[in-house]
């Protein structure tokens, strides 16, 4: 498999792209509409085509390159089903694997920080959006989020998979690109060694984490796929416009 893993600093987002040698289609996950010129640069340069875009979950803090791709090349957009976008082209559900190329995807429903969220296990990797993120998780106080539901998520799916694990975050804002499903299992702060529900919902509940400064654009740009606000204030417009510098991890 080809893979790349990008990062937009704005966000701290992952965006993971992999394409198939074979057949040259390729995905990307959690693009960013700001750094679709980089997206569609890498793309050129592996000589791939974008066969579709796939979220893990609508998100909060960047506006998704899903709808601006579909328009600039020909590609489809997934998202979960659970969400109900009228935009998107493929509805993803868990036991209904999707493919690019040769190689295969699977959903796997990950709720807790939003209900919609999916992870996705490809061969040895697995793209764990904002349910698991390296020594930490995602909030879980906004978009139906849970805190009981995201540790039965993890506890019970995500750490269910073998530790040897790849696990790719949908973000890290320390410079950290990939860790393993045994070591979050060991030594996650929120989650591992062994942390009860009880234990994780006091965490959760005492974070104080400040309101989402983004939310109130990025979730109605994301419920149609990816639009920009028109009425964005000036100290935000960074996020929709086209990044000077977005690096490949």
């Known amino acids: 498999m080809i893979f790349r893993?990008?990062?937009?600093?704005l966000s701290s987002t992952y965006t993971y792209l992999l394409g198939c040698e074979e057949t040259g289609e390729a995905v990307l996950i959690d693009p960013v509409v700001n750094s679709m010129e980089r997206d569609l640069a890498e793309l050129a340069a592996l000589g791939l085509k974008l066969a579709y875009t796939l979220d893990t979950h609508?998100?909060?803090?960047?506006?998704?390159g899903a709808l601006h791709l579909k328009e600039r090349c020909g590609s489809r957009i997934a998202a979960p089903?659970?969400?109900?976008?009228?935009?998107?082209?493929?509805?993803?559900?868990?036991?209904t694997p999707l493919r690019v190329g040769r190689h295969e995807i699977r959903p796997l429903h990950t709720p807790g920080h939003?209900?919609?969220h999916f992870a996705y296990v490809v061969g040895e990797r697995v793209f764990?959006?904002?349910?698991?993120?390296?020594?930490?998780?995602?909030?879980?106080?906004?978009?139906?989020?849970?805190?009981?539901?995201?540790?039965r998520s993890v506890t019970g799916k995500l750490f269910a998979l073998p530790d040897e694990q790849l696990v790719y975050p949908g973000h890290d804002?320390?410079?950290?690109?990939?860790?393993?499903?045994g070591q979050e299992k060991r030594r996650n702060p929120r989650l591992g060694g062994g942390r009860t529900l009880a234990?994780?919902?006091?965490?959760?509940?005492?974070?104080?984490?400040?309101y989402p400064k983004f939310i109130d654009h990025a979730l109605a740009g994301n419920r149609r796929c990816g639009v920009c606000p028109d009425d964005l204030p000036e100290?935000?417009?960074?996020?929709?416009?086209?990044?000077?510098?977005?690096?490949?991890?």
């Open 128 to 151: 764990t959006g904002d349910a698991l993120l390296i020594d930490g998780c995602g909030r879980t106080d906004f978009q139906n989020g849970s805190a009981a539901e995201l540790y």
């Open 58 to 64: 609508v998100h909060a803090d960047h506006i998704t």
């Open 81 to 95: 089903a659970i969400e109900r976008l009228p935009c998107a082209d493929i509805a993803v559900e868990e036991g």
């Open 114 to 116: 939003t209900d919609g």
């Open 173 to 181: 804002y320390h410079e950290r690109r990939v860790s393993s499903i």
């Open 5 to 9: 893993q990008l990062f937009e600093p």
């Open 235 to 249: 100290h935000l417009q960074a996020y929709c416009h086209r990044m000077t510098e977005s690096p490949q991890g």
């Open 199 to 210: 234990e994780f919902e006091q965490i959760m509940a005492t974070l104080n984490l400040p």
